[in-house]
């Protein structure tokens, strides 16, 4: 019998497990952190309840004891069959449309689990998806609740959506892949999740529809349980299907510490996220085929150190694979393509002809004699989608637009990613800039075109279209001039390259070693290989021009540097250069005498020894700040630079001409506001500043234009500088050319930025006088730096002089007193040591310390908690989401947050020469 819609396979969320997913509560439930990043555990897990049943099997406990993560497939290795009662989330809270939901028994066979798939229920998608599918969806079913909801409620819509899902699944041929978002040892997964298990499709259970209270349904609404019951084939034997050792590496890493569980780690696609998220989705073959090649390779680092079937297991994969690409075919893209052609029923007609040409057939001679006669090869629900003018536009399509169509239906996209290639209107739109004759003579331009915008397509993506298996390459090969004949083609070794270097540069490094390219290139698990060295890389190079530039390092060592962040860099050097470069700023101050005039105004005491060096030196850095083009102002909290900042912009010939107070979040931005709340100047974020020239707020990036920025102020200062990338420098220097004084504030000893490169640092560096923390004020041309702490209204504040421990500054004679001050007299209202023994004494202590702090009502008290962080509790499906309470539940926390070092900084005064900074 056909399939109504293309095979896919099947994604399924499960939540970290100390037993193994077998059926059992955890071992040790409380210490069972990761789990709780999960809302729902971490709304409703009873860490004394579950203790009390630790270790024990679902099929001895009453259904009142079973643990809150049930829900969430636990038990998806059970060899048991149990039955799980279900209620809508909303019965209880919103009577008058669910009151009449009953509680619904879900049938859970042996070794199965319920695929959820959210995705497919949200309001904002049904629409979309009902287009693409064909489905009968109508918005006029969707019940008036008297509140608001983004999810369907009405049970026709409910089941066309799960049915069209579920119809999706073969089976026996789909697989069914295991995933978690969080584990005990990934601390951080990278936007990938971590797999469990692969295993094939056995059975898929039908909709069940909700129980009532009452048989009279008029005018009531009805629903369907959302959960789609899946049988798997994985069992313990791992004779059709497996489970990955991450238990056994946990065990081994506690009697080896060299051993790291890490490298035993499957992780799924990254870009095929959206294909592994909201608890179940749809996997394409693409999908399916990168994750088991990630498996594969993990299983090979596991064999060497665990036991454990896994050749077989090995041996199961390269089945399931050849089987893979034998049913993804040469163009599994085919129903995309016709869509961005123009044909609205694309997919359908496209796996109507997939069925006739069988696995790893040529469509295309089918397609044309579609096109001329539809009714004589499509059944006709799907033959009227052909109209004449399409038959028409078909035959009148020149070469290189029909070349195109084929070649973008040799990669699995989406059918808006076809559109925006295909559609040279729709690719302008998106401001990709190939034309047709160029991606046809490098594919992989659609990845590098593509990889800055809202919806990328993937070099993998890519690489899998222009390099499939043998079975397919052999058969189907690639025309001129698209063919690639080797795995080491200039054009792959190029995109390859960029991938690398742009991962690099989300790391913070935004030049990289040519060494570290070709090893990133030469280590990626890829077939063919790509087996580039430094001769070949030489040649590579003739077509990097408009790509990728050479970046001689400081040693001049050989660099590689993305063509964008070299303009970005050579944008900071030129507009910084001329800053410092510049005629100074006449003013006419007495600076100390609007500083003591404030303090004054602000209720400060008697001035001392120490309080008058402060004041001298924040008189020197005011000069400083309001003569310079170009300056920063450093220096640890508690010094004074809101003060500074405060008397700066007080001043009359500042605030007449005009002053930008600019900020890269809203918290830093609110408190610039704050602190002139006097002259009520107002702030901005840099991306509201930016945009829309030069932030783009679909992707979160910054960028160069050539429009002027149209800027009346002639001050502009920047709190948080240390936060900034230099795609956000870059921009924001260009924009405020024409301003006349820039102020940088921060600390270069905080974290580098989120991204490319940490410029602060960089200007800071250049601008600092020669023997800087020698000098009494450490005030140089454009340089500024507050050292002194300012004592508030009598306060001593230990927490900012313990800080200066930690901060990478000198410490002088004497400040070690505050260890006695803390620790020994233990009485300051600002530092609190406490002391812990293990891991129970330390949950149980912050969790005490937190309601002490927070002023809680107690260790639930969430509504609470999230108030004191200035939030809100959000609802998803009648649940309450508190990040909060995973805080204060968690029993393990991850160590803390070590930054990807920045490989290279540039250095301001010269744009040939980079420094290492490791």
């Known amino acids: 019998m056909p399939r109504k819609y293309a095979l896919r396979h099947v994604s399924i969320r499960v939540p970290w497990h100390d037993t193994g997913w077998d059926g059992r509560v955890c071992a040790n439930p409380r210490l069972n952190g990761s789990c709780l990043r999960l809302k729902r555990v971490a709304q409703d897990r009873k860490d004394d309840a579950e203790d009390a049943v630790a270790g024990l099997s679902l099929n001895v406990l009453p259904q009142e004891k079973w643990p809150c993560c049930i829900a969430e497939r636990m038990a998806f290795m059970a060899p048991f069959e149990y039955t799980r009662m279900a209620n809508h989330p909303y019965r209880r809270t919103s009577e008058g449309s669910h009151g009449h939901f009953a509680p619904t028994p879900i049938r859970h066979p042996p070794y199965s689990a319920a695929a959820v798939p959210f995705a497919w229920l949200l309001r904002e998608t049904f629409k979309a998806l009902g287009e693409e599918h064909a489905l009968d969806v109508k918005p006029e ?38 995933y978690a978002k969080f584990v005990p040892f ?195 629900h799907l033959a009227g989608d052909i109209g004449k003018t399409d038959s028409a536009k078909w035959n009148r399509l020149p070469d290189e637009r029909r070349a195109l169509l084929k070649l973008v239906s040799r990669f699995e996209l989406s059918r808006e990613q076809a559109k925006r290639v295909y559609v040279e209107q729709e690719r302008q739109a998106a401001g990709i800039s190939e034309t047709d004759g160029k991606i046809l003579a490098n594919p992989y331009l659609l990845y590098e075109g593509t990889r800055l915008t809202s919806d990328p397509i993937s070099v993998w993506t890519v690489d899998r279209g222009v390099f499939p298996d043998a079975v397919i390459r052999d058969q189907h090969p690639l025309s001129e001039p698209t063919a690639l004949d080797t795995g080491t083609d200039a054009r792959r070794v190029r995109a390859l390259s960029v991938a690398v270097l742009e991962d690099a540069a989300s790391s913070g490094s935004t030049m990289f070693p040519q060494d570290q390219v070709i090893l990133g290139i030469r280590r990626l698990t890829i077939h063919p290989p790509c087996e580039v060295d430094t001769d070949l890389l030489s040649v590579a190079k003739d077509i990097f021009e408009d790509a990728i530039v050479e970046a001689p390092l400081a040693d001049n060592a050989p660099g590689l540097q993305l063509r964008r962040l070299a303009e970005m860099g050579d944008t900071i050097r030129d507009r910084i250069t001329k800053r410092i470069a510049g005629k100074r700023l006449e003013i006419n101050a007495d600076w100390r005498r609007m500083l003591d005039a404030h303090l004054a105004k602000k209720g400060a005491g008697a001035i001392d020894e120490t309080e008058e060096a402060a004041r001298q030196e924040k008189t020197a850095a005011l000069k400083e700040l309001a003569e310079s083009r170009l300056s920063v102002l450093i220096g640890p909290a508690g010094t004074g630079k809101t003060t500074l900042l405060s008397v700066l912009c007080s001043h009359p010939q500042v605030v007449e001409g005009g002053i930008l107070l600019l900020a890269p979040i809203g918290k830093a931005r609110v408190r610039m506001e704050q ?15 930016l945009s829309p020239d030069r932030y783009d707020a679909g992707t979160g990036r910054y960028r160069l234009s050539e429009k002027e920025a149209k800027v009346s102020a002639r001050t502009a200062i920047i709190d948080e500088a240390s936060m900034l990338t230099e795609e956000m420098l870059g921009a924001l220097l260009q924009a405020l050319k024409g301003v006349h004084r820039l102020i940088l504030i921060g600390d270069p000893r905080q974290l580098p930025p989120i991204g490319s490169g940490r410029p602060f640092v960089d200007i800071v560096n250049h601008l600092a006088p020669i023997g800087v923390s020698q000098l009494v004020q450490r005030v140089g041309p454009g340089y500024a730096e507050l050292t002194i702490l300012r004592r508030q209204a009598g306060d001593d504040r230990e927490d900012l002089r313990f800080a200066r421990w930690f901060s990478g500054a000198v410490i002088g004679p004497g400040e070690d007193d505050v260890f006695d001050d803390v620790v020994g007299a233990g009485k300051s209202p600002h530092v609190e040591f406490v002391q812990w023994a293990s891991a129970d004494e330390l949950r149980s202590s912050i969790i005490d310390v937190l309601v002490r702090e927070l002023k809680l009502n107690g260790p639930d008290d969430i509504k609470g908690f999230d108030e004191t962080l200035g939030g809100t509790i959000g609802t998803a499906c009648g649940s309450s989401t508190s990040v909060p309470q995973k805080r204060l539940k968690a029993g393990r926390f991850s160590r803390p947050f070590a930054p990807a070092p920045t490989a290279f900084q540039i250095s301001i005064g010269s744009s040939t020469s980079a420094s290492v900074s490791r």
């Open 141 to 178: 079913r969707e019940p008036d609740l008297g509140f608001k909801t983004q999810w369907i409620q009405d049970h026709e819509n409910q089941r066309a959506l799960l049915d069209c899902f579920a119809g999706h699944l073969q089976p026996e041929e789909s697989l069914c892949f295991f």
């Open 186 to 380: 990934v601390e951080d997964a990278n936007g990938q999740r971590i797999i469990i298990g692969v295993g094939r499709v056995k059975h898929v259970a039908p909709c069940i529809e909700y129980r009532y209270d009452t048989q009279d349904l008029k005018g009531k609404l009805r629903s369907t349980l959302w959960e789609r019951v899946i049988q798997h084939s994985i069992r313990p034997e791992f004779k059709d299907g497996f489970i990955l050792p991450y238990h056994a590496a946990l065990e081994r890493a506690a009697e080896d510490s060299d051993f790291d569980p890490t490298d035993i780690t499957a992780f799924s696609p990254n870009d095929r996220l959206p294909e592994f998220s909201h608890a179940s989705q749809l996997v394409t073959h693409d999908g399916a085929i990168a994750s088991l090649l990630s498996c594969a390779e993990a299983l090979r680092r596991a064999k060497a150190t665990l036991p454990g079937p896994w050749e077989s297991c090995l041996a199961w994969i390269d089945h399931r694979l050849e089987g893979l690409w034998k049913v993804r075919g040469p163009y599994p893209g085919l129903g995309a393509a016709l869509a961005a052609f123009g044909l609205e029923l694309g997919t359908f007609i496209a796996q109507s002809i997939a069925e006739r040409v069988g696995d790893n057939g040529d469509p295309w001679p089918l397609v044309d004699r579609v096109f001329n006669d539809p009714k004589a090869h499509l059944p006709s």
């Open 675 to 689: 602190s002139t709340s006097d002259l009520g100047l107002k702030g901005y974020t840099i991306a509201q500043f």
